[in-house]
């Protein structure tokens, strides 16, 4: 493996296999494994699981790792191609990463969506061309519409729990004070389908994810057995859902449009989500959200210090899953 930038790369079989050895590294560490080996971290955006469990896992398996945040210690940088940089950056990227890369053996770039051109972000051109400039295995720490390590370790999260293979995964829009990337629930709902469950996409009118998303997701779903759906209606979607995954996205008929998206958004504080959206569902339904979450505006408290909650999980298996990734990237 000499990238991992999105699960939609390897086949079903390939990331049950890297499942696998995830569990093989949890069940029997091998602290060893990776001595000598240095990882390079660029966040060009802020994270607290992801910094912290690429390092940790690092370490974990006899390696080290750097991180490096743009602006924070370090020069700002330009990412943009032809820019006239008489701003605050005082480097580009097309210098910045391969320096980065001849420092160590493997290199992750956390890289949000610019959230002005939605066809611009649905193609990752901005990641893409910085990719294009690493010549080391590299690992995409969430990019403009992907996060293959969330949905990893998220798919490993159900297995933990024994969530049914058909089982059905409700994924649904919850409220955020501004409008926030679509690079979550487009790696997770990819995620489930490939997984191969009942995918429903629970979300109001005017935040249904963009057709290329949903049409990978169902392309997924077709090879693995699966289905993907999407409505509005509560009550249908939770109608026997093993798995509710929360996520806050900004609606794409307004990308690029913080005043008319705020202005959709503010009818639909009331998607929070609590106890009572669970009366349709299977009992032991699980409550999954990657973090971080505001509470009791995307979420209440029952929830998140209720029985359902599997949010702590999710974090712990980011370090679990990208053990696995960097064992493969660096050991082979
Ligand atoms: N879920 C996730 O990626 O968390 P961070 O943004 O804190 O890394």
């Not at 296999?17 to 060893?32: F, G």
């Not at 330009?78 to 005082?90: F, I, K, L, Q, S």
Request: charged share 20%; aromatic share 6%; hydrophobic share 45%.
């Amino acid at each position: 493996m000499q990238r991992f930038l999105d699960l939609a790369q390897f086949s079903r079989d390939e990331v049950i296999d890297l499942l696998a050895l995830a569990q093989r590294l949890q069940d029997r560490p091998e602290p060893a494994a990776l001595a000598g080996k240095i990882l390079g971290l660029l966040f060009l955006n802020p994270s607290l699981r992801t910094l912290a469990s690429f390092q940790a896992g690092m370490q974990r398996l006899g390696g080290t790792a750097f991180v490096v945040t743009p602006g924070a210690g370090t020069w700002n940088v330009e990412t943009r191609d032809g820019a006239v940089m008489n701003g605050a950056a005082a480097e580009h990227v097309r210098e910045a990463i391969p320096v980065l890369a001849s420092y160590c053996d493997a290199l992750g770039i956390r890289a949000f969506a610019e959230g002005k051109d939605l066809a611009a972000d649905l193609a990752e051109e901005q990641f893409m061309r910085m990719a294009g400039l690493c010549p080391k295995p590299l690992v995409n720490l969430e990019s403009a519409v992907n996060h293959p390590c969330q949905a990893l370790a998220d798919w490993k999260t159900m297995d933990d729990l024994a969530v049914p293979r058909r089982g059905r995964f409700v994924l649904s829009w919850v409220s955020h004070p501004r409008a926030l990337p679509l690079a979550v629930p487009s790696a997770t709902v990819h995620m489930a389908a490939q997984r191969g469950m009942d995918v429903v996409v629970l979300r109001p009118e005017g935040y249904g994810l963009p057709a290329a998303i949903m049409d990978k997701a169902r392309q997924a779903a077709a090879a693995a057995g699966g289905q993907v759906s999407e409505t509005s209606d509560r009550d249908v979607a939770m109608r026997g859902a093993h798995v509710v995954y929360a996520k806050e996205w900004g609606s794409p008929q307004h990308y690029g449009d913080a005043e008319a998206e705020g202005r959709a958004r503010a009818m639909h504080v009331d998607w929070c989500v609590r106890e009572s959206w669970f009366r349709p569902a299977q009992p032991d339904c699980h409550f999954m959200h990657c973090l971080p979450v505001r509470r009791n505006v995307a979420v209440a408290d029952e929830i998140l210090d209720g029985a359902r909650s599997r949010v702590i999980r999710e974090a712990a298996n980011r370090m679990v899953v990208q053990m696995a990734v960097l064992h493969r990237l660096l050991k082979g």
